[in-house]
């Protein structure tokens, strides 16, 4: 069967440092892969790279067994892929309904002049990640960490992904707000929601992976259940530094 | 189109019209070629807002579209005798696709590299029509005796007046639809916006189109209007700065701020003259500008948004205030 994502033999170099160096991973459909490492392995650049923000030096990023390598960001987010930020980025002087509307914008100027937005669509999303229609009219900078990542969720979801790449989804949140984000990941994955999960809160990722894919230096040095990469050597050496 | 626009806004539209249609009637001809120029400013500081304003490409070229504009209307028709029913919408889209010209350095850098290069794309147009062909463009004294589309301020006020409130409502309705959401959307985080599977290059494309093509509009009428045209006034850093003064005065990203802005930085000047005849009077209004700015970055259209909030919020205090007594 043809995984949903596959990065096969990426490589990327930054001048003369590879930050991702001949990395193979399968994403199958439905499932939630963790993708953990020390700081600087390479994580977020795999995400840039699956999604088209860097583009690959080699190898191949394949969706649906179709090579997406090529293809710019906003192509490859129609095909049904999509990423969070360890930053959330929101748009930050207009409300929540519109940074969710964004999301729902079709990508045709003549549709986004001749029809007006759908607030049904965007309360439904925002009631999805756990917003309340009140909420709807806040601006960015009155919205919490947590919010923050639940907008930048909804968003997101707004255009309609088939795997969602979430980057350092706990960071910065109390442990409230952990526990709002872990069950909203647990349900869209009930749903049937694909993710790819990098943190380095790995207590709070456990629960929400099926299995764990482990990098450093840009290269998978470990992959499988998370008990058992956690109990490999390399990566122990790789956390602990020996 | 599919527009957020209610009542009251069409109503707020009708009365500034009915007003600005009734003040030849009631003003001195000096006072109504004051407020074409003002006309005219807003139109650039318009066309200037739906670039800048919106996707936060600072533009410091402006000039150089509205310059390809006025002359484009001036060659065609002083030089080649063709109509002005045709050398204007000619001129419009000469302008639009040195538009395009403008937005290349759009797709790979922003900020204040992107200014710099606009800049660059002025003084190269002031270099240009002075050394190229001067014995089409005039050289260094450029063109006088252009065709003018009517005489006395009665008439050129209606229709520089018509002109600008035309590209008023249609600038402001556009801002209005998802798309000038969209565009908001790029000024605050255009990575957000590609991430959000949106073609900003598509998008950033039609904002300097729409913004061309109205720089095109304003500077082939405004040659129409003075009869004469010059480089030097024409590709000049104080015109720029007027063009975003006035944007920034009334408020970038709302259009009608610069409309607001025009008229306010216009008659600013024109009242200070007869005090202050020479270039002090720029120091006035940098002043103002600067005072403005620290009191209220978003300009004039926030303060008045915001006295507008309170004035509407205040029946509802005494409501509460009836109800609890």
Same mark, same amino acid.
């Given at each position: 069967?043809?995984?949903?994502?596959?990065?096969?033999?990426?490589?990327?170099?930054?001048?003369?440092?590879?930050?991702?160096?001949?990395?193979? @991973?399968?994403?199958?459909?439905?499932?939630? &892969?963790? &993708?953990?490492?020390?700081?600087?392995?390479?994580?977020?650049?795999?995400?840039?790279?699956?999604?088209?923000?860097?583009?690959? *030096?080699?190898? #191949?990023?394949?969706?649906?067994?179709?090579? !997406?390598?090529?293809?710019?960001?906003y192509?490859?987010?129609k095909?049904?892929?999509?990423?969070?930020?360890?930053?959330?980025?929101?748009?930050?002087?207009i *409300?929540?309904a519109e940074?969710i509307r964004v999301g729902l914008m079709p990508d045709s100027l003549r549709l986004m002049l001749t029809e007006g937005p759908d607030p049904d669509a965007e309360?439904?999303?925002? %009631? +999805?990640?756990?917003?309340?229609?009140?909420?709807?009219?806040?601006?960015?900078?009155?919205?919490?960490?947590?919010?923050? %990542?639940?907008?930048?969720?909804?968003?997101?979801?707004a255009t309609a992904?088939?795997?969602?790449?979430?980057?350092?989804?706990?960071?910065?949140?109390?442990?409230?707000?952990?526990?709002?984000?872990?069950?909203?990941?647990?349900?869209?994955?009930?749903?049937?929601?694909?993710?790819?999960?990098?943190?380095?809160?790995? %207590?709070?990722?456990?629960?929400?992976?099926?299995?764990?894919?482990?990098?450093?230096?840009?290269?998978? !040095? #470990?992959?499988?259940?998370?008990?058992?990469?956690?109990?490999?050597?390399?990566?122990?050496?790789?956390?602990?530094?020996? | 189109m599919a527009a957020d626009i209610r009542?009251?806004h069409v109503?707020?539209?009708? &009365? @500034?019209?009915?007003?600005?249609?009734?003040?030849?009637?009631?003003?001195?001809?000096?006072?109504?070629?004051?407020?074409?120029?003002?006309?005219?400013?807003?139109? @650039?500081?318009?066309?200037? $807002?739906f670039?800048?304003?919106r996707?936060?490409?600072?533009?410091?070229?402006?000039?150089?579209?509205?310059?390809?504009?006025?002359?484009?209307?001036?060659?065609?028709?002083?030089?080649?005798?063709?109509?002005?029913?045709? +050398?204007?919408?000619? #001129?419009?889209?000469?302008?639009?696709?040195?538009?395009?010209?403008?937005?290349?350095?759009?797709?790979?850098?922003?900020?204040?590299?992107?200014?710099?290069?606009?800049?660059?794309?002025?003084? =190269?147009?002031?270099?240009?029509?002075?050394?190229?062909?001067?014995?089409?463009?005039?050289?260094?004294?450029?063109?006088?005796?252009?065709?003018?589309?009517?005489?006395?301020?009665?008439?050129?006020?209606?229709?520089?007046?018509? &002109?600008?409130?035309v590209i008023?409502i249609v600038l402001w309705t556009l801002t209005r639809t998802r798309l000038g959401t969209a565009l908001s959307a790029i000024?605050? *985080?255009?990575?957000?916006v590609?991430?959000s599977g949106l073609n900003t290059?598509k998008l950033k494309l039609f904002s300097?189109m729409v913004?061309?093509c109205?720089?095109?509009?304003?500077?082939? @009428?405004?040659?129409?209007?003075?009869?004469?045209?010059?480089?030097?006034?024409?590709?000049?850093?104080?015109? =720029?700065?007027?063009?975003?003064?006035?944007?920034?005065?009334?408020?970038?990203?709302?259009i !009608?701020?610069?409309?607001?802005?025009?008229?306010?930085?216009?008659?600013? =000047?024109?009242?200070?003259?007869?005090?202050?005849?020479?270039?002090?009077?720029?120091?006035?209004?940098?002043?103002?500008?600067?005072?403005?700015?620290?009191?209220?970055?978003?300009?004039?259209? #926030?303060?008045?948004?915001?006295?507008?909030? %309170?004035?509407?919020?205040?029946?509802?205090?005494?409501?509460?205030? $009836?109800?609890?007594?």
């Amino acid at each position: 069967m043809t995984a949903l994502l596959e990065v096969d033999r990426a490589v990327k170099r930054f001048g003369g440092i590879s930050a991702v160096n001949d990395l193979s @991973f399968k994403v199958e459909a439905g499932e939630s &892969l963790g &993708l953990i490492g020390p700081n600087g392995a390479g994580k977020t650049t795999v995400f840039s790279l699956i999604m088209g923000e860097h583009r690959l *030096n080699s190898g #191949a990023i394949r969706l649906n067994g179709t090579d !997406i390598s090529a293809l710019p960001t906003y192509e490859r987010i129609k095909r049904g892929v999509a990423r969070t930020y360890q930053v959330p980025r929101p748009f930050s002087e207009i *409300n929540v309904a519109e940074n969710i509307r964004v999301g729902l914008m079709p990508d045709s100027l003549r549709l986004m002049l001749t029809e007006g937005p759908d607030p049904d669509a965007e309360l439904e999303l925002a %009631r +999805s990640v756990g917003f309340g229609p009140a909420d709807l009219e806040r601006k960015p900078s009155q919205l919490s960490m947590g919010d923050l %990542r639940k907008l930048e969720l909804a968003r997101t979801l707004a255009t309609a992904p088939q795997i969602i790449l979430l980057d350092e989804v706990f960071a910065g949140l109390t442990v409230g707000e952990i526990a709002q984000i872990s069950d909203l990941i647990a349900r869209k994955r009930a749903e049937g929601m694909t993710f790819v999960i990098v943190s380095h809160d790995l %207590r709070s990722l456990q629960p929400l992976i099926d299995r764990a894919v482990v990098m450093t230096f840009g290269q998978v !040095i #470990a992959e499988g259940s998370f008990e058992s990469v956690m109990s490999d050597e390399k990566v122990r050496a790789a956390y602990l530094g020996h | 189109m599919a527009a957020d626009i209610r009542l009251r806004h069409v109503l707020l539209w009708g &009365l @500034f019209i009915a007003g600005m249609c009734l003040l030849p009637f009631v003003t001195t001809p000096g006072t109504l070629r004051t407020v074409i120029f003002a006309n005219y400013l807003a139109i @650039f500081a318009m066309s200037w $807002d739906f670039l800048t304003g919106r996707t936060g490409y600072v533009s410091f070229g402006h000039p150089f579209l509205i310059g390809i504009g006025a002359y484009s209307t001036a060659i065609l028709s002083y030089r080649f005798g063709v109509p002005v029913a045709i +050398s204007i919408p000619a #001129a419009v889209l000469i302008t639009m696709l040195a538009g395009t010209l403008f937005f290349l350095p759009a797709l790979r850098i922003r900020g204040s590299y992107f200014a710099l290069v606009t800049l660059a794309f002025m003084e =190269l147009m002031y270099q240009l029509v002075q050394v190229i062909r001067p014995d089409i463009t005039g050289g260094t004294r450029g063109i006088s005796g252009v065709q003018t589309l009517t005489s006395g301020a009665f008439n050129n006020f209606y229709l520089s007046f018509a &002109l600008m409130v035309v590209i008023a409502i249609v600038l402001w309705t556009l801002t209005r639809t998802r798309l000038g959401t969209a565009l908001s959307a790029i000024g605050m *985080n255009e990575e957000s916006v590609r991430g959000s599977g949106l073609n900003t290059t598509k998008l950033k494309l039609f904002s300097f189109m729409v913004s061309a093509c109205v720089a095109g509009i304003g500077g082939a @009428f405004y040659v129409h209007y003075l009869g004469s045209i010059a480089p030097r006034a024409l590709f000049d850093i104080n015109f =720029l700065f007027t063009i975003i003064v006035a944007a920034l005065i009334g408020g970038a990203s709302t259009i !009608i701020g610069p409309m607001a802005g025009a008229f306010f930085l216009t008659f600013l =000047l024109e009242y200070l003259r007869p005090v202050l005849p020479g270039s002090e009077r720029y120091f006035i209004y940098g002043a103002i500008a600067l005072v403005l700015y620290m009191y209220q970055p978003k300009g004039l259209y #926030a303060i008045v948004e915001d006295l507008a909030g %309170r004035v509407r919020r205040k029946p509802t205090q005494d409501t509460v205030r $009836d109800r609890a007594a």
